[in-house]
Each structure stands twice: as structure tokens, then as C-alpha cells.
């Protein structure tokens, strides 16, 4: 079984095979363009083990990703020993830099999807997982992505967490500072710390009481957590998946958020 759990701001994700039990946590910080997937995991064996981890996403870096992967630069910066990826003809944000790092060193990597999927191969047996090593494929012209591996050891009864950081910064150098930051030790649970806490300020702003428990629950952080997360930053929702700035239905979801972000919903009339 795989157990899920989706709070406010973060989303967990469990399971156990293998003799080694898993766990997955999703989070955006709060003070920085970066989404962090931390992965803890736990020997129950009594042999040593060696897993590898591999994180692997797909750029899209404009409105569509099968516009725009023809476009996409990928590269390997040294310095900061992280994947980057560039869309110079991208017209909102031409060149800038997105990135695919980790806080433990990065084994191997690859920015062609086709590497790492395989030739009509598919995404649920990709390749890769049967490679040794990524091929460290990047430049122009391939079909890209960002793939990025780390092996640990565990010893009998250890556990260790590997966290990978996946965002965007205006400059190289503005990347490798947010990179630099977060592979400080307890960064990243600083980082969730201050996620979680942003949350609760915003969320607890307003706190409704009625005969009705559920209605409770979903008034009292839930709603407002999707007008918010969904429709005002990704600009995206269940009922509407368009990334479009519209007038109407999203000044209707603005209501939610007058007493929490009143500055966001002044800016956002402004902008319609």
C-alpha cells in the first residue's frame, strides 16, 4: 500500500518494498523559486544496501512543452554541480535559468529524455533505471529533461535523506547562491519550517464556526488553500486549466482572499 498525506503546503507520499521503507515529501519554500523533494529511506534489512536516487523532470520552461522543447538549452554547471536549462526564445522570461540540483553530490546526470526513457520505451520502465550511469547527455536539439542521480548506503537499520531542489532564478549566479543556501546542513527543514508556518499565518487569518463540521474543514484553511496555491500563483485550477489571467472568474476567487492578501487582490484587479 501507499499511504498520502496533502497538507498545507506540503504533500507526503509512503511506502515500503523491498525491505526498505520510503518516504517522499513535496514542498515550495517559502522565501525562494525552488520546489523541494526530500526522500527519506530506511534499512529494515540486515544487509547493507545501496540504492540510488534519480530525480527526473520534464522542461516545458514556456506555455507548452511541445512548443517549446525545441528551444530548450540544457547544461551541466560544474561550479555548482547542477543541471540547468535555458529557453532563450521563451518572450517572459528569455535565458533565464532554470535548474535540477541536490544536497548530496550528484553521481551522474542527463538532459535527453530520450536517454533516460529509452527509444519507445515508456516512463513507467524508463532506461535509465537499468543504466549504471546517466550518460551526462546535454546541449541543444534533444529531447529535453533534467535527470539527476545520487547513491547512498545504508547499513543495516540506518536511514538517510536526499533532498533535490527543482526551480528558477533570473541569473546563473543568483541560481547558485538559492543552490548554496539550501545544501547547508538543516536548510531544507528550515525551509519546510518556514513553508508550514506561512501557511498557517495566511490560513488562520480568518477561522469560521458553523453548526456543520465538514463545512468547517473545508472554510477554515482548504478553500482558501486552493484559490490561493491554484487559481491566484499557478494561475491554473480543476475547473478552469488555462494559466490565462481572466477577468471574471478569477476576480470572483479574488473574495477569498481579500482579508488574508488584500495587497495581492488590490495588485490583481490592477492587473485586470
Known amino acids: 500500500p501507499y499511504v498520502v498525506r496533502h497538507g498545507f503546503g506540503y504533500s507526503i507520499f509512503e511506502h515500503h518494498s523491498h525491505g526498505i521503507a520510503q518516504r517522499m515529501e513535496y514542498f515550495a519554500c517559502e522565501d525562494a523559486p525552488v520546489r523541494v523533494c526530500r526522500i527519506r529511506l530506511e534499512n529494515h534489512t540486515k544487509e547493507q544496501r545501496n540504492p540510488t536516487?534519480?530525480?527526473?523532470?520534464?522542461?516545458?520552461?514556456?506555455?507548452?512543452?511541445?512548443?517549446?522543447?525545441?528551444?530548450?538549452?540544457?547544461?551541466?554547471?560544474?561550479?555548482?554541480?547542477?543541471?540547468?536549462?535555458?529557453?532563450?526564445?521563451?518572450?517572459?522570461?528569455?535565458?533565464?535559468?532554470?535548474?535540477?540540483?541536490?544536497?548530496?553530490?550528484?553521481?551522474?546526470?542527463?538532459?535527453?529524455?530520450?536517454?533516460?526513457?529509452?527509444?519507445?520505451?515508456?516512463?513507467g520502465k524508463p532506461a535509465a533505471m537499468r543504466a549504471v550511469r546517466l550518460g551526462g547527455l546535454t546541449g541543444q536539439f534533444h529531447d529535453p529533461c533534467g535527470a539527476a542521480r545520487v547513491r547512498i548506503v545504508l547499513e543495516p537499520g540506518a536511514s538517510e535523506e536526499v533532498s533535490f531542489l527543482v526551480g528558477q532564478a533570473a541569473q546563473l549566479d543568483q541560481a547558485r547562491v538559492v543552490v548554496a543556501k539550501l545544501q547547508e546542513p538543516g536548510a531544507i527543514d528550515a525551509a519546510l519550517a518556514g513553508a508550514r508556518a506561512r501557511w498557517e499565518e495566511i490560513l488562520g487569518a480568518v477561522r469560521v464556526e458553523t453548526p456543520d463540521k465538514p463545512l468547517d474543514l473545508m472554510l477554515?484553511?482548504?478553500?482558501?488553500?486552493?484559490?490561493?496555491?491554484c487559481r491566484v500563483w499557478g494561475r491554473t485550477g480543476f475547473y478552469q486549466s488555462s494559466g490565462a489571467y481572466g477577468f471574471r472568474d478569477q476576480l470572483q476567487d479574488m473574495l477569498a482572499i481579500i482579508d488574508t492578501q488584500p495587497d495581492l487582490a488590490r495588485a490583481h484587479i490592477i492587473e485586470c
Open 53 to 123: 536516487v534519480t530525480q527526473f523532470v520534464e522542461w516545458s520552461l514556456g506555455d507548452s512543452r511541445s512548443k517549446s522543447q525545441q528551444r530548450v538549452v540544457t547544461w551541466w554547471d560544474p561550479e555548482a554541480r547542477m543541471l540547468t536549462a535555458h529557453n532563450h526564445y521563451n518572450p517572459d522570461w528569455p535565458g533565464r535559468p532554470a535548474f535540477l540540483a541536490s544536497d548530496h553530490e550528484i553521481d551522474s546526470y542527463t538532459g535527453s529524455r530520450t536517454e533516460f526513457i529509452g527509444r519507445n520505451g515508456t516512463a
Open 220 to 229: 477554515n484553511g482548504r478553500l482558501l488553500y486552493q484559490a490561493l496555491s
